[in-house]
C-alpha cells in the first residue's frame, strides 16, 4: 500500500541544535513532495515543497529539504533550531496522477530554551 | 485573494446526533476540495476529495459522508455521530501545486 512514514514522534531539541526529521514514502513514479508545518493554534502552512528539478529545496524559515529519488527520502533540515520553531511538522506526497495530499502521521517538535 | 472559510471552529456533540461541518473557498473557481481528519497521535487522514460539483470520492468507509452543492462549499455531515468521530476536521482545496488547508473545527463527541 501507497503511505508516508515519518520515522520520529517526537522529538526534544535544546536552541541551537540541529534538526533533521525522516520522511520516507512508498508510491512509485512521479511524486510531488511537502513539508507542512503547524504551530499551536494554528493553520497548517507551507515549509518547502518539491516538484522537479535541484533536489535540494530551500524553504520559509531557514528550513530546507533533500529529495533522495533511491532512498524515497524527502527528509527536513535546519542547522540551528529556535524556540519559536516548536510545533509539529507533517510530510505530505501527492504521487502522480492523484488529486489529494497523503499525510505521514507528523512530528512533534520541541525546542527548549 | 484566495481564502477559505471553515465552521464552526468548535463542536460538541452528543452520540446519535447529525453532523453538518460546512466550508466556502473564494477566490478560486473550481478547485478540488478535501475534507481531512487529524487524530491524535494518527496525523492527517483523507477522508474525502472532490474535483467537480456532485462528484464525491471517499477515501475511508465510515458513517460520514460528503457533499458538493455548489463549487465552492464542501459539506461534510453525519447522520449519527460516533465517539470515534471525534477529531479534528481541516477542509482544503487545490489547484495544481498549490494546496490551501482551512483553520480546522474541533470535534468533540460526547
Do not use: M
Not at chain 1, 502552512?45 to 518539491?50: D, E, G, I, R, T
Not at chain 2, 468548535?10 to 487524530?39: D, I, K, M
Amino acid at each position: 500500500a501507497q503511505s508516508v512514514s515519518q520515522h520520529n514522534h517526537h522529538v526534544i531539541l535544546s536552541e541551537a541544535a540541529s534538526l533533521e526529521l525522516g520522511c520516507n514514502y512508498s508510491y512509485g513514479g512521479t511524486v510531488n513532495l511537502f513539508w507542512y508545518v503547524q504551530y499551536p493554534g494554528q493553520h497548517l502552512q507551507l515549509l518547502l515543497k518539491y516538484f522537479s528539478g535541484d533536489p535540494l529545496v530551500k524553504g520559509i524559515k531557514g528550513f530546507e529539504a533533500e529529495f533522495i529519488k533511491s532512498k524515497f527520502s524527502f527528509n527536513l533540515r535546519k542547522p540551528s533550531v529556535q524556540w519559536s520553531d516548536t510545533a509539529e511538522y507533517f510530510c505530505a506526497v501527492n504521487a502522480g496522477s492523484g488529486y489529494a495530499l497523503n499525510f505521514g502521521k507528523g512530528t512533534s517538535l520541541l525546542v527548549t530554551p | 485573494s484566495q481564502t477559505i472559510h471553515q465552521w464552526p471552529a468548535t463542536l460538541v456533540q452528543p452520540v446519535g446526533s447529525p453532523l453538518s461541518l460546512e466550508c466556502t473557498v473564494e477566490g478560486t473557481s473550481n478547485p478540488n476540495l478535501y475534507w481531512y481528519r487529524q487524530a491524535a497521535g494518527r496525523g492527517l487522514q483523507l477522508l474525502f476529495y472532490s474535483v467537480g460539483i456532485g462528484q464525491i470520492s471517499s477515501e475511508v468507509p465510515q458513517n460520514l459522508s460528503a457533499s458538493r452543492p455548489q463549487d465552492r462549499q464542501f459539506i461534510l455531515s453525519s447522520k449519527k455521530l460516533l465517539l470515534s468521530d471525534s477529531g479534528f476536521y481541516l477542509c482544503a482545496w487545490s489547484v495544481p501545486g498549490i494546496y490551501t488547508f482551512g483553520s480546522g473545527t474541533r470535534l468533540t463527541v460526547v
